[in-house]
């Protein structure tokens, strides 16, 4: 009963010869391997933290002041770069010639209602403060692996 869940010879050779590709040696030929694969990821730093992002995340950040609805916003500090297969990841950030992505404004919206009660005991003090944290949403647009960085 065993063996027949168990795969054929063929089917693991024919899977690892799928998966077998030579390791890029340079940082342009790894570019055009991710370049070639179907779906991208990068880890990028927007208001001080990392973000995994794909295109099209819908992102939600603290607020941040000089921006307005609308605004492009062009992330520079990208860590790593990478796709299903292939990952590049920069030391510290990958150069920004090399990779482009951007975000667009959504919204400037706020969090749910957050409630501090404080106390102290046996002195009749006590304060309620309430307080809504703002945020800003950022859509992430296509992630662009620049084919020649030179140019």
Same mark, same amino acid.
């Given at each position: 009963?065993?063996?027949?869940?168990? /795969? $054929?010879?063929?089917?693991? *050779?024919?899977?690892?010869?799928?998966?077998?590709?030579?390791? /890029? $040696?340079?940082?342009?030929? *790894?570019?055009s391997l991710i370049r070639t694969q179907p779906s991208h990821y990068v880890v990028a730093s927007v208001a001080g933290r990392k973000y995994l992002l794909t295109p099209r995340d819908l992102l939600t950040v603290p607020r941040l002041k000089d921006v307005k609805v609308g605004d492009v916003l062009k992330l520079s500090d990208i860590h790593e770069l990478g796709s299903r297969e292939f990952t590049i990841r920069g030391n510290p950030t990958i150069p920004a010639e090399q990779v482009r992505v951007e975000a667009t404004v959504v919204e400037h919206t706020k969090?749910?209602?957050?409630?501090?009660?404080?106390?102290?005991?046996?002195?009749?003090?006590?304060?309620?403060?309430?307080?809504?944290?703002?945020?800003?949403r950022l859509r992430i647009g296509p992630i662009d692996i620049v084919e020649n960085p030179s140019s």
């Open positions: 009963m065993a063996s027949l869940f168990r /795969p $054929t010879l063929r089917a693991v *050779a024919t899977r690892a010869l799928h998966t077998q590709t030579a390791a /890029p $040696t340079t940082t342009p030929s *790894a570019l969090g749910k209602m957050e409630v501090i009660f404080k106390k102290k005991r046996r002195k009749g003090y006590e304060r309620t403060i309430r307080h809504k944290q703002t945020y800003t």
